[in-house]
């Protein structure tokens, strides 16, 4: 089992705060997989992290990741095609484990990563709901 948190750190105060917080809800728990920070893009002017430097979003992810591997966990990060070619700094970031979104029949993301999201309206039985799936690469 893993874990992820949807971001919405606009600093790197907020980033480690948010990294700090799952902490607290993790507790003790043991963990097989990664802790994810997702940022996503939510466009409008509205959102607050509309209009987040890419700079400040890659300092965001290395310093929510800090905050986690410091804790004793694994961290990793949650990308969209777009942000991982258009808004990381992916030399930053290349120490981290890489969980990345292709919706498609073959991941489509050109730099190497771990776990990959295919679908978002998969079927689970006993699951009454449409669910994200999702392919781990083990070497």
Known sequence: MGAYFFSQAISEDEAEAEAKFVLDLLGDRKLDLPVFFDWERISGDTARTDGLDNETLTACAVKFC??????????????????GYYGYDLAQLEDYTFWCVGISTYPCFYYAH?????????????????CDLNMMFEK
Do not use: R
């Open 114 to 130: 771990e776990f990959w999201q295919y679908s978002f309206k998969g079927t689970v039985p006993g699951i009454n709901a449409d």
């Open 66 to 83: 800090q905050t986690i591997e410091s804790a004793g966990f694994d961290a990793g990060v949650y990308i969209y095609n777009d942000t």
